[in-house]
């Protein structure tokens, strides 16, 4: 069992930089990649949008094409965590953002993740 909290979440203009981080509970958090996803208000019936992943060590990531070059996925085993860096926020980045555990590295579906956070808003202004 992980429990996840997503935190850093806020209002900002376009153009400005935001860090999400996503605290994990248990001692098993290096055994599972992690994931970013995202879902905004308006589109409450679709699933969520995958945003970005990482492996168990942070090796290896990988990102949705909206977000390639903007954001950053990193973590620290060492405590716990998760972070997404976001730089150049642009208002369609306006979304819940949320973190995700799975055990396997590369899935962008989210139902394949097996723990979720309760997200955190992050909002863009034009």
């Known amino acids: 069992q992980v429990q996840l909290v997503e935190s850093g979440g806020g209002l900002v203009q376009t153009g400005a930089s935001l860090r999400l981080s996503c605290a994990a509970s248990g001692r098993t958090f290096s055994s599972y990649a992690m994931g970013w996803f995202r879902q905004a208000r308006q589109a409450p019936g679709k699933e969520r949008e995958f945003?970005?992943?990482?492996?168990?060590?942070?090796?290896?990531?990988v990102y949705a094409d909206s977000v390639q070059g903007r954001f950053t996925v990193s973590r620290d085993n060492g405590k716990n965590t998760v972070y997404l860096q976001m730089n150049s926020l642009k208002p369609e980045d306006t979304a819940v953002y949320y973190c995700a555990a799975d055990r396997v590295f590369g899935t962008t579906g989210a139902y394949e993740y097996d723990y979720w956070g309760q997200g955190t808003q992050v909002t863009v202004s034009s």
């Open positions: 945003v970005a992943a990482i492996s168990r060590a942070g090796g290896s990531k």
